[in-house]
């Protein structure tokens, strides 16, 4: 289980009052060096809000309400969090958010898992709409790409939601520089990979293509 905390704060936009003289109360989740922050949609007199103590201040109808929804929104977080902390699976502030609202978080995928997933299904299509040399390249691109992450990151696999622009780049770099590669092999061996990023966006595990 990951054992890094969660810190949860309130603040007030004292710069957005309303007509009544209320401003709005913010949430603001940090984890792992990460915010998010977003409304809670409770207004409160900026005059009654205690910083320090993270309450509205003094003893009222409305002060104990709010401290009442401030509270329980804190504890909806805190459960959202030991959720994806049980499940033993990498996550981010957004992916706390997202638990929290009720919202699907995308299930994590690594490049090496789309490749498999690519490949057995290619497989089952040989002879069909597809060819054994055809799915044999996409094992090489799988390989080179294995130790490509290796030499570059030190890690045997890599997550999609991790993946940029960059790391495009710096693969074919590497393509170049370490593995002197001629340019139409690269070319090809780009297509592939760029293929099963495709792939992984057309199922949703990817938000969008490089």
Request: hydrophobic content about 35%; overall charge positive; proline content about 2%.
């Amino acid at each position: 289980m990951n054992n890094s905390k969660i810190n949860i704060l309130f603040l007030i936009s004292r710069s957005r009052i309303n007509s009544i003289g209320k401003c709005p109360i913010r949430s603001r989740i940090t984890y792992e060096r990460q915010r998010y922050e977003f409304s809670t949609g409770l207004f409160i007199n900026p005059d009654n809000w205690n910083a320090s103590k993270q309450k509205a201040h003094p003893p009222n109808t409305d002060n104990t309400q709010i401290n009442t929804q401030l509270s329980l929104i804190k504890q909806e977080i805190n459960q959202a969090f030991l959720m994806l902390q049980i499940q033993d699976k990498d996550f981010d502030v957004n992916d706390i958010y997202r638990q929290y609202k009720g919202e699907n978080i995308k299930q994590d995928k690594t490049i090496m898992e789309m490749f498999s997933l690519h490949i057995a299904k290619q497989e089952k299509l040989i002879g069909i709409s597809t060819t054994a040399v055809s799915v044999a390249k996409f094992y090489q691109t799988r390989n080179h790409v294995k130790t490509f992450v290796k030499h570059k990151f030190n890690k045997s696999d890599f997550l999609l939601r991790e993946m940029t622009m960059a790391f495009i780049t710096e693969f074919e770099y590497y393509l170049k520089a370490e593995k002197k590669f001629q340019q139409n092999t690269i070319h090809k061996t780009l297509q592939r990979f760029k293929q099963i990023v495709k792939i992984a966006v057309g199922l949703d595990f990817l938000d969008k293509d490089l």
